[in-house]
């Protein structure tokens, strides 16, 4: 019987029936797996599942002379090294379109949460109180009718920007290639980065990793943004520098952010913690029991036809 490895607990939709074609070897512990029990139980396994926090890299496919498939449980992939394992030929997948509309939502609500400082009133709800409505008091910044920037109009960008049509917002958005269709059903215009920074009142991280995006957010972008700006990442934490962010919101270059991914994650840049006028959430953009349950169904049924002989879904190498 094939060998499988879970790397961290997925829902039943997709254990179970997993379990129901091979042996599985679920990492049940609280914490993310570490590289050492990796390398140990990766062993003798034939196909790899790994929810996104974990590194498969080289030396952990090497350590794995049946490995045959990783199906990575997330949308990103950027924690594999997919050119070495399409040299061992090993296919590598991942679950797109399940975390759109989740991610999309979260990306959204993070927003107007910091745009109208939510969980800042909130806070004050609990511990302070309030002395009554008053006209100064607790101002933030209307969505309706602002300049959305997408940074990556893919799956989870254009249902960003379908939701900000909703908004009455106008939509620009950059990556390395134009999209027609987007922008004929979103109304979206194609902009430069530097276009972008400087015509946003909101600008939204959706895009896919690379290297090239390290840091795309730095001290000089940052410098170009509108001071009554907002940056919003829902994508991954190292394409913001968040010393500069740190610099930027202190220094009242922007005027606030919100952040469901982080540059160390899990490690949280402390200076983020204390800022009001920065929202904060633990990567939880596609944590809806839809987007989840549909993820393991994905990493199941494609486990399924590699080991089968068919060709699986969703291959990124
Ligand atoms: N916060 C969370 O929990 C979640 C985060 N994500 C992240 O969101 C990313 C996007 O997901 P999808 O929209 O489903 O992927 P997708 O593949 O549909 O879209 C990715 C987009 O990024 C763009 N892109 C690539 N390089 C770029 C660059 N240098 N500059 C600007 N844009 C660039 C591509 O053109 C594409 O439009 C994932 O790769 C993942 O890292 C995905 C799901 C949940
Ligand atoms: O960050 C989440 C993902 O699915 O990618």
Redesign the pocket.
């Known amino acids: 019987m094939a060998k499988v490895l879970i790397t961290g607990e997925i829902p039943s939709e997709g254990l179970n029936l997993l379990k129901e074609h091979f042996e599985v070897d679920v990492f049940e512990g609280e914490k993310l797996i570490t590289k050492e029990t990796l390398l140990a139980r990766v062993k003798d396994v034939d196909a790899i599942i790994s929810p996104l926090s974990t590194n498969i890299d080289k030396e952990i496919i090497d350590n794995a002379p049946n490995l045959k498939f990783i199906a990575n449980y997330?949308?990103?992939f950027?924690n594999i090294d997919v050119k070495y394992a399409r040299e061992k030929d090993i296919d590598v997948t991942n679950t797109?379109?399940a975390?759109?509309n989740a991610?999309a939502d979260?990306t959204i609500g993070i927003l107007i949460a910091a745009a109208r400082r939510i969980p800042e009133g909130d806070k004050v709800c609990r511990t302070t109180g309030f002395n009554g409505w008053a006209p100064l008091f607790f101002r933030g910044r209307e969505v309706s009718g602002k300049t959305i920037g997408i940074?990556?109009?893919?799956?989870?960008?254009s249902a960003v920007a379908r939701r900000a049509k909703g908004f009455d917002m106008n939509i620009i958005y950059?990556?390395?290639?134009r999209k027609p269709e987007q922008e004929a059903e979103l109304g979206a215009s194609y902009v430069s980065l530097d276009d972008m920074l400087e015509q946003a009142d909101f600008i939204t991280i959706?895009?896919?990793?690379?290297e090239?995006?390290h840091h795309l957010f730095n001290k000089d972008a940052f410098n170009k943004m509108k001071e009554t700006a907002y940056i919003i990442n829902?994508?991954?934490g190292p394409i913001v520098d968040e010393q500069a962010l740190v610099d930027a919101l202190k220094n009242k270059q922007i005027e606030g952010a919100a952040l469901?991914?982080f540059e160390f994650e899990p490690q949280i840049t402390e200076a983020l913690k204390s800022m009001d006028n920065v929202v904060l959430t633990p990567?939880?953009?596609?944590a809806s029991f839809e987007a989840r349950d549909m993820m393991a169904e994905i990493v199941a049924n494609n486990t399924i036809k590699k080991l089968n002989g068919e060709k699986p879904d969703f291959i990124v190498n």
Do not use: M
């Open positions: 997330g949308a990103g950027n797109p379109k975390s759109t991610t979260l940074v990556g109009l893919g799956e989870i960008g950059t990556g390395p290639n959706n895009a896919a990793y690379s090239q995006l829902a994508a991954r469901d991914v990567h939880i953009g596609n």
